[in-house]
């Protein structure tokens, strides 16, 4: 291994732990407790080498954001691959993305509630993003119903997905209902 090689290898190793320290904090204290000093006494690095990573926290959440939909991405596949039928698909899709949301609040928050600098629904859209709505468009396109476009109504189940989540870990939905809310926006927003 050449010396230049060994410095992109250690340059790639720091970014991903500046990454995961990023994350790891937001979770156990949220997105405020993540400042660049903190993540520099975490790592163990001067805050002028987190800089020559990132510009700032912003940055930081792009990047966990980037990660996270890649995840989010990943797991709405693996949850929807093995059902056979359209209902069965959009069930568990809707399941599998509630259930990234309560599980990895941070990194929700991170990819569609916080400023990370990352551009949506533009050409420019990096593409762990453009791979997470091809996720749900994968499944949720079969059952938009005649004379609707399939991404318009990925768009608006996302949209309600995304309400869900959010308004549950607010606490502004009573616990016990959840599974009825998800049977409801399958039922009544899919064409099966």
Request: glycine letters at 8%; hydrophobic letters at 45%; zero cysteines.
């Amino acid at each position: 291994m050449s010396v230049q090689e060994r410095k992109e290898r250690e340059r790639a190793d720091r970014e991903r732990l500046i990454v995961a320290t990023a994350r790891e904090l937001a979770e156990q204290q949220g997105w405020d407790a993540v400042t660049t000093r903190r993540l520099a006494e975490r790592i163990e690095y001067s805050q002028p080498v987190l800089y020559s990573h990132f510009r700032g926290k912003r940055e930081i959440i792009g990047a966990v954001a980037l990660e996270g939909a890649a995840e989010l991405a990943a797991s709405l596949r693996a949850a929807t691959g093995a059902e056979r039928d359209p209902r069965g698909r959009v069930t568990a899709l809707a399941r599998a993305y509630l259930a990234f949301a309560a599980r990895n609040p941070a990194v929700y928050d991170a990819i569609f509630q916080l400023d990370g600098g990352l551009a949506f629904a533009r050409e420019d859209t990096p593409e762990p993003l453009q791979d997470a709505f091809a996720a749900l468009l994968e499944s949720l396109g079969e059952v938009s119903g005649d004379g609707v476009h399939p991404a318009l109504f990925t768009e608006v189940f996302w949209a309600s997905l995304h309400g869900l989540a959010t308004l549950a870990r607010s606490g502004r939905l009573p616990p016990g209902d959840a599974e009825a809310r998800t049977e409801l926006l399958v039922d009544r927003l899919a064409v099966l």
